[in-house]
C-alpha cells in the first residue's frame, strides 16, 4: 500500500487535545493525562482487519509492560464503538479504543489522507504513532508501521523517555 501523506505535526509540538467515546461508552480525552501519565496515541484504518488485528495484538501483549513504563495506550480508528466493542472483546484488548466517526481526531492529527491499494485512490487513516509526553508535547512520531514489532519499538522509546 502506497502512502502519500505529509505530517504537519512535528516532534516537540503540543499534542491536539480531543474527547470521544471509547469502546465501553465512556470517554477518554487527551487533557485526562496531561500531568500524570505519557500516551501512546496509535491510529488505525479498520477494526479487525490483519495488519489492525496484530498491531492490536501487538500492544495488547505489550500492555503491562507499557504501564509499567508509565504510558497508556490509546487507539483510534474511524469505526463506531460497536464495532471497537467487538474488535476489543474478540482480542481481549486492555486499553480503550476511540471511535473518530466525525474524523475530528485524525484531521487534527494529520492522519487522514489519500492511501492507494491495488492502484485504487481513497481517503483513509494512516496508520501512525505518536508518543505525548506527560506535558501533552509529541515525543516521538512513527510514520512508518510494521504492525508486528510496532508495539516493541514504541515500548523501548518510552522507556528511553521516562
Do not use: N
Not at 493525562?33 to 500516551?39: C, E, H, L, M, N
Not at 484488548?93 to 476511540?98: Q, V
Not at 492529527?109 to 506527560?134: A, D, N, P, S
Amino acid at each position: 500500500m502506497a502512502k502519500t501523506l505529509e505530517l504537519k505535526l512535528k516532534v516537540g509540538d503540543p499534542a491536539p487535545d480531543f474527547a470521544a467515546p471509547t469502546q465501553s461508552g465512556d470517554t477518554v480525552s487527551l487533557a485526562q493525562f496531561r500531568g500524570k501519565q505519557a500516551v501512546v496515541l496509535y491510529f488505525y484504518p479498520k477494526d479487525d482487519t490483519p495488519g489492525c488485528t496484530r498491531e492490536a495484538c501487538a500492544f495488547r501483549d505489550e500492555w503491562s509492560a507499557l504501564q509499567r513504563a508509565g504510558v497508556a495506550v490509546l487507539g483510534v480508528s474511524t469505526d463506531p464503538v460497536k464495532s471497537h466493542a467487538k474488535f476489543a472483546e474478540k482480542y481481549k484488548l486492555p486499553f480503550p479504543l476511540l471511535a473518530d466517526e466525525d474524523r475530528k481526531i485524525v484531521t487534527a492529527y494529520g492522519v487522514w489522507g489519500e492511501k492507494t491499494f491495488m492502484g485504487r485512490k481513497y481517503q483513509g487513516t494512516h496508520r501512525v504513532t505518536f508518543l505525548i509526553g506527560k506535558d501533552g508535547r509529541i515525543r516521538h512520531i512513527w510514520d512508518k508501521v510494521k504492525p508486528e514489532t510496532h508495539a516493541a519499538e514504541v515500548l523501548a522509546a518510552a522507556r528511553a523517555a521516562a
